[in-house]
């Protein structure tokens, strides 16, 4: 078997099964510090069991997310020896940024928010949920800025070093925001703010279901929605900013998502189809035009095809046309159902409609999906190159990595995550079915003006 093929099987294995984490901890940061700020602003008791019971389940998604990714930064040694020691100065500068500004100040912070309740004021501890909101959020920044570098390098230059060519940072800064650093990060921290908001609404609408916690799942769905309709719609712009940015830097990989293979005319916008790619046509529903349009404001103008790229330099088509729409037909959805959400709030229908509610149970898996559809379509949609149009990914390879060996360590993997999901589910399910529990011993910090308030006040977000 080929090691390059599997050792990619074996690092989109691992990655894709830690992204189900970091998109989590993200999206629950924000919804954490707009819990607790609710709190703090009226005093009502419900934002106070809310923070309580999601910051338990955002400590636990936290571990298991930490667990997942140690994995990770082995293989960039094991199986990318040659790709490690190519990026090696551009992604130590990154990496270690996210370990001092981001892991440290998340993972320090988080103790307080576990353990401060009672222990440090009021004001501190929520200062505590912020700053480990923020912590969650730099890590992604320095993650996709190393990432987007690979996509589209800026501000280095190559060097030989025992006859071995590597990238040097020449422009910290140029690295940093490399052409396509700012447009994927906004589309990676909205998509991590609607997997957070989905995850709440999911939770909420089952106690909605059941009776149980109503007041909690109340406020949940209120907050939930509105997070969610603001993510939603920007993830439409985000990625519409995101694919201009693909069409100018990375043809080759926009043509392979729309399936568009003349070298030079106008390109289509396809709902769904299928790309043949032996005969290299796409069949399917189509806009006649249309992705010419969203590039260039122009029906006719036309777009460079993969024809264009000898084969040789062509990503796989059809998979990454495939998960790109997923990735879009699932971000309409979202749309869709937190605009339904928004409509039976107002209606004063949403907590009673059990259809609807059972639809937000499920569709916390969505989120999840379309992330990883897109970082699927983004991954794939660079091949043949790791790092674009300098190194190609047959050269990344360790060279003397085993099949073998990578086949086995793919199984134990395999094994150690199926275990680790498995326990994850179990321990979710289990603070699910305890649920938040009312804290009478914090209320004497209240003001009692705001307690007051709290006993009469409603609990909208909307």
Avoid at 314 to 327: A, C, E, G, K, S
Wanted: with cysteine; aromatic share 14%; glycine share 8%.
């Amino acid at each position: 078997m080929d090691p390059v093929m599997l050792s990619r099987v074996q690092f989109a294995l691992t990655i894709s099964f830690h992204y189900i984490f970091p998109v989590f901890s993200i999206g629950l940061g924000l919804l954490l510090v707009i819990m607790e700020g609710l709190y703090l602003k009226t005093g009502r008791e419900v934002y106070h069991q809310m923070t309580h019971f999601w910051v338990s389940i955002f400590a636990l998604i936290f571990g298991i997310g930490v667990a997942s990714g140690i994995v990770m930064e082995f293989q960039f040694g094991t199986n990318w020896a040659n790709y490690s020691r190519f990026v090696g100065d551009v992604f130590g500068s990154a990496l270690a940024a996210e370990g001092l500004f981001a892991f440290f100040l998340e993972s320090g912070f988080l103790a307080v928010l576990l353990f401060g309740w009672n222990k440090v004021s009021k004001q501190m501890h929520f200062l505590s949920t912020v700053l480990v909101c923020l912590g969650a959020h730099f890590s992604a920044v320095w993650i996709v800025v190393a990432n987007s570098w690979q996509q589209t390098p800026a501000g280095f230059h190559l060097v030989s070093h025992n006859g071995a060519m590597r990238a040097e940072i020449t422009d910290f800064w140029a690295m940093v925001f490399n052409p396509s650093s700012v447009e994927r990060l906004s589309h990676v921290i909205t998509g991590a703010w609607l997997a957070g908001a989905f995850l709440l609404l999911s939770i909420s609408a089952f106690y909605l279901i059941k009776q149980k916690h109503l007041e909690v799942a109340k406020a949940g769905m209120n907050i939930g929605l509105s997070v969610a309709l603001i993510a939603s719609f920007l993830q439409l712009v985000t990625g519409h900013e995101s694919a201009l940015v693909v069409a100018k830097h990375q043809p080759a990989k926009l043509a392979a998502m729309e399936g568009h293979y003349h070298p030079y005319k106008t390109a289509d916008l396809y709902l769904f189809g299928w790309v043949d790619e032996k005969a290299e046509k796409t069949h399917g529903l189509a806009i006649p035009g249309g992705l010419s349009f969203l590039t260039h404001n122009d029906f006719q103008k036309p777009l460079v095809g993969l024809g264009k790229f000898p084969k040789t330099e062509r990503p796989p088509v059809n998979i990454t046309f495939q998960m790109y729409h997923l990735m879009i037909a699932i971000g309409m959805t979202l749309i869709g159902l937190s605009v339904l959400g928004v409509f039976l709030k107002f209606k004063g229908t949403l907590y009673t409609c059990k259809p609807v509610l059972w639809l937000f149970v499920f569709a916390v898996m969505l989120p999840q999906i379309a992330n990883q559809a897109g970082w699927a379509a983004a991954e794939i949609g660079r091949q043949p190159w790791i790092v674009y149009g300098l190194l190609r990914t047959s050269q990344g390879i360790s060279p003397v990595v085993k099949a073998d060996d990578i086949l086995a360590s793919i199984i134990l993997f395999s094994s150690v995550y199926t275990l680790l999901f498995i326990l994850f589910i179990y321990l979710l399910n289990q603070k699910i079915k305890k649920g938040p529990v009312f804290l009478e011993h914090d209320s004497t910090h209240l003001d009692p003006r705001l307690t007051a308030q709290s006993r009469e006040g409603d609990i909208n977000v909307l």
